[in-house]
């Protein structure tokens, strides 16, 4: 008797909770994976740990004088909040351009040809790079320290700041996910990279109060996500008004909230439609 | 290990894939049999890679209708994923992380225990050669070492099935032994094997059967020796500068072979089917022309080429060959045979 007329194996398949622990594992051993790469390779600290580091004093050295900031503590506490979450959604570039590397490598495609969970690729991912992101910015935190910035709303503040700094950064994640998944060529997706993310954070209030750009400027510029969340966390880090019930931080929460909501399924279906 | 009635570790039936409005796979039909290899042969663009990307639960077929080791990929493809190995010609492995690293990573994802990745994965170093080299990033490795460690990885846990799509595309003549080699060994342990490959002679040499896919469908089946047989087997070549000695040439190598010598009078040049006994015959023809007393010049024996395999299955030489990759098989294998 052939199996092709014969009956199929049924053999009694994992349990729920089986394959909810072994999600948890593949996503762990995804995430090392992730990590000790980025450790391994120079140019990939360079780029995610020392440009932000210059970007502090850049700004704080060359531009600072130039920039009049409100608020205490002059410039640099101003700043600081703004390079963070400027960092932050930099540091997605990473997640697009090697989920980008993966698919176009085939080696999601073997990943899928083996019993882990279909989930681990982009959860490692999203976690590995969350990671990436929180040691930077607290080398970028020393940084800041070092020329001139303080925490100035005590260790809550400082504590919730970084929180949003990470939530905001995930969320960029997903976006970054989505483009590295869907445009999948490694320049394109640097380049895509660049067209989108620059803007967002320039034409913030991450660097400069908006009140110095021109008026038709402000008007995106004041209502769009990357100013909430900087607002957010400048309220955070230096007080603001009715900290920490700041209407920003609900705001650029629900912007964040609604993101995601678009753009995890969106990850998901473009990297189930890699090959 | 699987509960199955059948012989067959791969049983393939009517496999159908479109993508829009190429179809890649026209109803593709074949089965292989537990512990031996099948060797899928074909040009570029032939449907090869398709059909290994169905079979190993990548892609949904269409229709038609593929069980592995008595699973069906579409609707236990869980189950098929534990019981097979793939390895291709893009490796998985991170050029960053060590040999070791690799290894270890794809036995954790592939659940086995902590206890076991280890031990397992210090014997495949030491098996696949990688050993000394097993703490260092895969990107100082050579082609060679990158792609038995990739299929090291691949068969890290156990697999019953492997799936090798074109192992030794982009390998100079000894990284292809060397993974011969190692082929040889995997089968040696009851492993069953669908290989893809673009030369001919890689399928004689590794494959029990051979199917050849042509434009989505199996244009041709069969032992190694039916197909070179239907090709003819290798051919031998020679040139006679002296257009007397033609005739003596001609009688000298008759015997050779069961086919007569063509000569073509004009260019002087005699071709000889010998069959699958070439080198034997090349050494035979050499010393009867001589006791002939018969001047040659570029003797040489000529292995049937897929392009030779097309030609005589099909009547059209092999389409969407990639450069230089079907022409350039002749240069390797006249290496091996010589």
Request: net charge neutral.
């Given at each position: 008797?052939?199996?092709?007329?014969?009956?199929?194996?049924?053999?009694?398949?994992?349990?729920?909770?089986?394959?909810?622990?072994?999600?948890?594992?593949?996503?762990?051993?995804?995430?090392?994976?992730?990590?000790?790469?980025?450790?391994?390779?120079?140019?990939?600290?360079?780029?995610?740990?020392?440009?932000?580091?210059?970007?502090?004093?850049?700004?704080?050295?060359?531009?600072?004088?130039?920039?009049?900031?409100?608020?205490?503590?002059?410039?640099?506490?101003y700043?600081?909040?703004?390079?963070?979450?400027?960092?932050?959604?930099?540091a997605?570039?990473?997640?697009?351009?090697?989920?980008a590397?993966?698919?176009?490598?085939?080696?999601?495609?073997?990943?899928?040809?083996?019993?882990?969970?279909?989930?681990?690729?982009?959860?490692?991912?999203?976690?590995?790079?969350?990671?990436?992101?929180?040691?930077?910015?607290?080398?970028?935190?020393?940084?800041g320290?070092?020329?001139?910035?303080?925490?100035?709303?005590?260790?809550?503040?400082?504590?919730?700041?970084?929180?949003?700094?990470?939530?905001?950064?995930?969320?960029?994640?997903?976006?970054?996910?989505?483009?590295?998944?869907?445009?999948?060529?490694?320049?394109?997706?640097?380049?895509?990279?660049?067209?989108?993310?620059?803007?967002?954070?320039?034409?913030?209030?991450?660097?400069?109060?908006?009140?110095?750009?021109?008026?038709w400027?402000?008007?995106?510029?004041?209502?769009?996500?990357?100013?909430?969340?900087?607002?957010?966390?400048?309220?955070?880090?230096?007080?603001?008004?009715?900290?920490?019930?700041?209407?920003?931080?609900?705001?650029?929460?629900?912007?964040?909230?609604?993101?995601?909501?678009?753009f995890?399924?969106l990850?998901?279906?473009?990297?189930?439609?890699?090959? | 290990?699987?509960?199955?009635?059948?012989?067959?570790?791969?049983?393939?039936?009517?496999?159908?894939?479109?993508?829009?409005?190429?179809?890649?796979?026209?109803?593709?039909?074949?089965?292989?049999?537990?512990?031996?290899?099948?060797?899928?042969?074909?040009?570029?663009?032939?449907?090869?890679?398709?059909?290994?990307?169905?079979?190993?639960?990548?892609?949904?077929?269409?229709?038609?209708?593929?069980?592995?080791?008595?699973?069906?990929?579409?609707?236990?493809?869980?189950?098929?994923?534990?019981?097979?190995?793939?390895?291709?010609?893009?490796?998985?492995?991170?050029?960053?992380?060590?040999?070791?690293?690799?290894?270890?990573?794809?036995?954790?994802?592939?659940?086995?225990?902590?206890?076991?990745?280890?031990?397992?994965?210090?014997?495949?170093?030491e098996?696949?050669?990688?050993?000394?080299?097993?703490?260092?990033?895969?990107?100082t490795?050579?082609?060679?070492?990158?792609?038995?460690?990739?299929?090291?990885?691949?068969?890290?846990?156990?697999?019953?099935?492997?799936?090798?799509?074109?192992p030794?595309?982009?390998?100079?003549?000894?990284?292809?032994?060397?993974?011969?080699?190692?082929?040889?060994?995997?089968?040696?342990?009851?492993?069953?094997?669908?290989?893809?490959?673009?030369?001919?002679?890689?399928?004689?040499?590794?494959?029990?059967?051979?199917?050849?896919?042509?434009?989505?469908?199996?244009?041709?089946?069969?032992?190694?020796?039916?197909?070179?047989?239907?090709?003819?087997?290798?051919?031998?070549?020679?040139?006679?500068?002296?257009?007397?000695?033609?005739d003596?040439?001609?009688?000298?190598?008759?015997?050779?072979?069961?086919?007569?010598?063509?000569?073509?009078?004009?260019?002087?040049?005699?071709?000889?089917?010998?069959?699958?006994?070439?080198?034997?015959a090349?050494?035979?023809?050499?010393?009867?022309?001589?006791?002939?007393?018969?001047?040659?010049?570029?003797?040489?024996?000529?292995?049937?080429?897929?392009?030779?395999?097309?030609?005589?299955?099909?009547?059209?030489?092999?389409?969407?060959?990639?450069?230089?990759?079907a022409?350039?098989?002749?240069?390797?294998?006249?290496?091996?045979?010589?």
């Amino acid at each position: 008797m052939t199996a092709i007329a014969g009956p199929l194996n049924t053999r009694a398949r994992p349990s729920a909770a089986q394959m909810a622990r072994w999600a948890i594992s593949d996503s762990l051993v995804m995430t090392r994976r992730n990590l000790l790469v980025w450790l391994r390779v120079p140019a990939y600290i360079v780029f995610t740990v020392v440009q932000p580091v210059i970007f502090v004093l850049l700004f704080r050295y060359v531009f600072g004088g130039a920039i009049h900031a409100p608020g205490t503590g002059g410039y640099v506490s101003y700043l600081m909040p703004g390079i963070i979450g400027q960092t932050a959604a930099f540091a997605t570039f990473a997640t697009a351009i090697a989920l980008a590397q993966e698919a176009t490598k085939g080696v999601i495609d073997r990943f899928r040809a083996m019993p882990m969970a279909r989930s681990a690729v982009l959860a490692g991912r999203l976690i590995a790079d969350s990671i990436r992101m929180l040691i930077v910015i607290l080398v970028i935190i020393g940084v800041g320290y070092a020329v001139g910035f303080r925490f100035q709303n005590g260790v809550a503040g400082a504590v919730g700041m970084v929180l949003l700094a990470e939530i905001f950064g995930i969320t960029i994640c997903s976006v970054s996910a989505f483009v590295g998944l869907v445009i999948k060529d490694e320049e394109s997706v640097q380049a895509f990279g660049l067209i989108w993310i620059f803007p967002l954070t320039f034409v913030s209030s991450a660097f400069v109060p908006i009140a110095t750009m021109p008026g038709w400027l402000q008007v995106f510029a004041n209502d769009q996500p990357v100013t909430l969340v900087i607002n957010a966390m400048r309220a955070m880090a230096l007080g603001g008004p009715a900290f920490p019930l700041n209407p920003s931080l609900w705001e650029s929460l629900l912007w964040l909230a609604g993101i995601l909501i678009v753009f995890v399924p969106l990850a998901v279906w473009s990297y189930r439609r890699v090959g | 290990m699987a509960l199955t009635n059948s012989d067959f570790a791969i049983e393939v039936s009517a496999l159908h894939k479109s993508f829009g409005k190429v179809h890649a796979l026209r109803g593709i039909d074949f089965a292989v049999p537990r512990g031996t290899v099948l060797g899928m042969l074909g040009p570029n663009g032939a449907g090869k890679t398709t059909a290994v990307r169905v079979l190993t639960t990548l892609l949904r077929p269409d229709s038609g209708r593929i069980i592995i080791e008595g699973y069906d990929v579409v609707r236990d493809a869980a189950a098929v994923r534990r019981r097979i190995g793939l390895a291709g010609q893009a490796t998985a492995i991170q050029l960053e992380l060590t040999g070791r690293e690799n290894l270890e990573i794809m036995g954790r994802l592939n659940h086995m225990p902590r206890s076991s990745v280890k031990g397992r994965a210090a014997e495949l170093l030491e098996r696949f050669e990688i050993a000394d080299a097993a703490d260092r990033p895969a990107k100082t490795y050579s082609g060679g070492m990158q792609r038995r460690l990739d299929l090291a990885a691949s068969l890290i846990a156990e697999p019953s099935v492997l799936f090798l799509d074109e192992p030794t595309t982009g390998l100079d003549p000894y990284g292809r032994l060397g993974m011969w080699d190692i082929i040889r060994e995997l089968v040696g342990r009851g492993t069953t094997l669908l290989l893809t490959t673009q030369y001919l002679e890689e399928a004689d040499e590794l494959a029990n059967t051979i199917v050849v896919v042509d434009h989505g469908e199996v244009i041709a089946s069969g032992t190694p020796d039916r197909l070179k047989d239907q090709v003819g087997g290798d051919l031998l070549e020679f040139t006679v500068p002296d257009r007397a000695q033609l005739d003596d040439a001609v009688r000298a190598v008759a015997g050779l072979s069961d086919a007569a010598p063509t000569g073509e009078t004009d260019a002087k040049r005699i071709k000889v089917p010998v069959g699958s006994g070439g080198s034997t015959a090349l050494v035979e023809a050499v010393r009867r022309l001589d006791a002939a007393g018969v001047v040659t010049e570029d003797l040489a024996l000529h292995r049937p080429s897929l392009d030779d395999v097309f030609l005589a299955v099909t009547g059209h030489a092999a389409e969407a060959a990639p450069d230089g990759a079907a022409k350039g098989q002749k240069s390797p294998a006249a290496g091996v045979a010589s």
